[in-house]
């Protein structure tokens, strides 16, 4: 019998570390195109007929080089997934399964069927029993109708449309429900009305201030803006891309693989 092989997590370590560094990449870029592109510019107005605050577009909103920023997602999100595949790998070395990993694969599944199983055995059926359970419990079908929220299925998301399709992003205008409070006055927003605007003289936004004192109002608030990307009727579709890594590589490091650390030890 051959002699049982320590397992080496050193690929994982490496490649969580190059998805953090595109990131931050990512991160930078993205930030540099909202403060200095600041896609969304618009103008308060005082409707006098409902006495409410209204922002329009006074041009079109710039959309982000989805061209340029395409490549770095798909590398981070590739990186991620390779770390996943690399402590299958070890897991089926640690089992003397599959050596050369050759048929190993992390598997990342939206829907339970016979199907989804089948595959999944395919991936890790050469894994120990119980390293199976616990992969087959971080499925995000286990989340039922939060599924498709689940980081693991963003992440298989991004991957797939890297490799198959181009990523596609825009600049979209988010909006709080807040108290706004100035040394003369303080205005509570209500009754918040938010439109997907795009062109310039398109509405954004429309609100209701407490204290229709409007230039105050109109002096206090603004859009924040954030970079999305569009998939409609996808998993993905108005997911803030500066928010989506930080949280995919968190669950990763904080609930995937601490999971295994009893078989395989913590990444270093």
């Given amino acids: 019998m051959m002699p049982r092989q320590a397992p080496d997590l050193r690929g994982c370590a490496a490649k969580l570390r190059r998805a953090d560094s595109l990131f931050a990449e990512l991160d930078a870029l993205a930030l540099a ?12 107005t005082f ?10 577009l006074t041009q079109d909103v710039i959309q982000p080089p989805s061209d340029e920023w395409g490549p770095l997602m798909g590398d981070c999100a590739h ?7 690399h402590l299958v790998c070890q897991l089926s070395i640690l089992n003397r399964g599959d050596q050369d990993c050759a048929t190993t694969e992390f598997p990342i599944f939206e829907r339970d069927s016979q199907l989804t199983r089948n595959q999944i055995e395919k991936k890790i059926g050469t894994l120990d029993p119980g390293d199976q359970e616990l992969i087959v419990e971080l499925q995000p079908f286990q989340r039922g109708a939060d599924a498709r929220t689940d980081p693991l299925w963003l992440l298989r998301r991004i991957n797939i449309i890297d490799k198959h399709r181009r990523m596609h992003l825009v600049s979209t205008g988010i909006y709080e429900r807040s108290i706004v409070a100035q040394e003369t006055v303080e205005l509570s927003i209500e009754d918040v009305v938010i439109s997907e605007g795009t062109k310039a003289g398109d509405e954004i936004i429309r609100f209701h201030p407490e204290d229709v004192r409007r230039e105050e109002a109109i002096r206090t608030f603004g859009p924040v803006v954030v970079v999305t990307f569009s998939d409609p009727g996808g998993a993905l579709d108005r997911v803030s891309i500066r928010s989506v890594f930080p949280e995919i590589t968190a669950h990763l490091r904080g609930r995937v ?3 295994f650390e009893h078989r ?3 990444v270093p």
């Fill in 33 to 44: 195109f909202i403060e200095r592109g600041n896609p969304y510019r618009a103008e308060p």
């Fill in 47 to 56: 409707d006098n007929e409902t006495q409410e605050i209204v922002f329009r």
């Fill in 79 to 85: 990186n991620l997934m390779s770390a996943l595949d």
């Fill in 257 to 259: 693989f601490p999971k």
């Fill in 264 to 266: 395989v030890g913590k």
